[in-house]
């Protein structure tokens, strides 16, 4: 199994990381809380009470880990279209595989990667949603103290099992998106690039950009109830399963709920997803 493709995904998981952390705090704050009116005022709210590193929260336990989870999404969906194809990476500009061998490939990845991102997301969920200021004497001092007591804090209050709370709506979210991620990604380098030769930079950057938007545009709803799913504990377990978190969710807020956090998901994942792509094909290049 080659493993370059782990190598490539884990470096660019890390940039595309580090560039749309920002924007992933402000997003999970408006899909859980309501004490916001809009993106705007989240960012203010943020800034004046805990200053530019509220953005940030959250960010040093992905950074080691969310970014080998994208290595694993990269990782297995080369590998599957290898084994679908038999065709290499560099090989499929000259043998590009079917759409429907893109889309299984990337279904694939999407799956794999659920359960070893599920803990993972989840810390970060709940690091995200600690609004309390560190700098402030006299605040209260946040819930959690960092990603480990957070992990420690969820197993020892939930169990183990409370480590994987929305794990079911991110698979519902990341199987079928992915899919359409690298499909959307495939189809724009072919409509930009002659048959057989590399896309450009320009080609992979936009291509990378607009898979992104495509894919959060249909992830958009089950990314809120999953992150609604992950800040349920045992002291406010609100939902049954993921059908009763839809329906309680539309019920008291309407179904405009479901897309909250697209814009913000949307201004996110271009530039994320185009740094993404880019570095991960560069580096297969020079590997190569």
């Known amino acids: 199994m080659p493993v370059e493709e782990f190598v490539a995904g884990w470096i660019s998981g890390a940039l595309g990381l580090v560039l749309g952390h920002p924007f992933d705090t402000v997003k999970v704050r408006l899909q859980t809380q309501t004490t916001y009116r809009g993106i705007i005022d989240c960012m203010v709210k943020t800034y004046r009470h805990e200053s530019l590193l509220g953005f940030f929260k959250g960010m040093s336990f992905p950074i080691a880990s969310i970014a080998v989870v994208n290595s694993i999404l990269f990782g297995v969906y080369s590998n599957t279209l290898l084994a679908l194809t038999a065709t290499s990476h ?4 000259a043998q590009p595989p079917s759409y429907r061998h893109v889309f299984i490939a990337g ?28 700098a402030r004497p006299g605040s209260p001092p946040p819930r959690y103290r960092g990603p480990v007591h957070c992990a420690a804090s969820i197993c020892q209050e939930e169990g183990p099992r409370g480590l994987f709370r929305g794990a079911w709506a991110l698979t519902l979210r990341d199987t079928p998106t992915l899919g359409i991620y690298f499909v959307t990604y495939e189809w724009l380098c072919r409509q930009s690039a002659p048959d057989g030769q590399n896309p450009s930079s320009a080609t992979v950057l936009v291509a990378g950009g607009f898979a992104g938007i495509t894919s959060w545009a249909v992830a958009t709803p089950l990314d809120v109830i999953k992150s609604r799913m992950q800040m349920a ?30 814009t913000i998901n949307s201004a996110r994942a271009f530039p994320v997803n185009a740094v993404t792509f880019l570095s991960y094909e560069h580096l297969l290049r020079w590997w190569g």
């Open 107 to 134: 279904c694939t990845g999407g799956f794999v990667q659920v359960y070893c991102l599920a803990p993972f997301d989840l810390i970060k969920v709940r690091l995200q949603n600690q609004t309390e200021s560190r």
């Open 90 to 93: 560099q090989e499929r500009r």
């Open 233 to 262: 504990g045992p002291k406010h377990r609100v939902y049954r399963g993921v059908l009763d978190c839809m329906a309680r969710s539309a019920r008291q807020e309407g179904l405009g709920v479901f897309f909250r956090g697209l």
